[in-house]
């Protein structure tokens, strides 16, 4: 696991900390080539998330998110966005590419360990799909389950750093 992927790890909510860490472990050991996975964003300001939305609306670009300051699970650190850097140099979004000639593309073999992690991946979803995209569908707190959709998340109250308290 890279330095940047380490320090970006740490600003995810601490409840998935650890659980990212061997998300990224077993990643990285199934991409037995040139590939390892390197977290490109994780928790997001709620100031970066207006500056992203307003991409292709405001400012000139494409479209990068449906989803305004509050309104996205990188906002409460439970997101994340992925790359592959191959030979720990070039980042790579490509899907289809199979780094370590097993018969399965690289990305789908980090998708299916998310999956059994339960994290849902940006690119079932059926509009503006996020191919970069993971965040945690479920948290198991004290109360029970909670699902982690911005509206729950949002009323929640939050700690000293910020982070939502799931107790």
Known sequence: ??????QRIDQLHPVVREEVKQIIKECDEALTGRAKIR?????????EQEKLYAIGR???????????????????G????????????TASWDTARDWDNDQVADWYEC???????????????????DLPHFEKKELL???G???????????????????????
């Open 58 to 76: 405001i400012t000139k670009g494409k479209k990068v998110t449906n989803a305004k300051a509050g309104q996205s699970i990188h906002n409460y």
């Open 39 to 47: 977290i490109t964003q994780g928790l997001r300001s709620f100031e």
């Open 145 to 167: 389950v909670i699902k982690t959709n911005w509206r729950t998340l949002a009323k929640m109250p939050r700690d000293k750093k910020g982070y939502v308290i799931l107790s």
């Open 1 to 6: 696991m890279d330095k940047i992927t380490l």
């Open 141 to 143: 707190t004290t109360k």
């Open 78 to 89: 439970l997101a994340v966005d992925i790359c592959l850097m191959i030979d720990g140099k």
């Open 111 to 129: 998708v299916k360990i998310f999956a059994k992690h339960g994290w849902d991946w940006g690119g079932n979803w059926k509009t503006f799909k």
